[in-house]
């Protein structure tokens, strides 16, 4: 039997493809955000029709962005994403941390913490 956190780390990925792969965030918030959806983030608002606003803006900012999941780790209902966002193919771009918290399949809460992928770095590692 899937193990519910199994479950999770499925909608986070279907939701995050969708919502900035996709350039879908309405689809993906309608299919994968709760009616109730906390923000943590404080560029972006509470609510599925926040986000919707913000990815969107986002986008249509950005129309080759591209979010590429490097890893998800899931505890209960506590999802972490680890992504590298660009905003195109030319862009270091940002390493993403992505906390959400699900509720009966759906997303109810997000967090993230955000660096800039550095030009150079004192070690040979990468972000990710």
């Known amino acids: 039997m899937p193990r519910a956190s199994d479950a999770n780390k499925k909608v986070v990925e279907?939701?995050?493809?969708?919502?900035?792969?996709?350039h879908r965030p309405g689809e993906a918030a309608q299919k994968y955000l709760g009616r109730v959806y906390t923000q943590h983030n404080p560029q972006a608002?509470?609510?599925?029709?926040?986000?919707?606003?913000?990815?969107?803006g986002w986008t249509k900012s950005n129309p080759n962005l591209s979010a590429e999941i490097k890893r998800v780790v899931a505890e209960g209902d506590l999802v972490v994403a680890?992504?590298?966002?660009?905003?195109?193919?030319q862009d270091r771009g940002i390493a993403a941390m992505d906390i959400f918290r699900v509720a009966d399949g759906r997303i109810v809460e997000h967090w993230d913490v955000i660096q800039p992928v550095p030009e150079t770095a004192a070690n040979r590692n990468t972000m990710f």
């Open 82 to 89: 680890h992504v590298h966002i660009k905003t195109n193919s």
């Open 14 to 22: 279907s939701f995050y493809t969708m919502a900035f792969n996709e």
């Open 45 to 56: 608002g509470d609510g599925p029709q926040a986000f919707i606003d913000f990815v969107t």
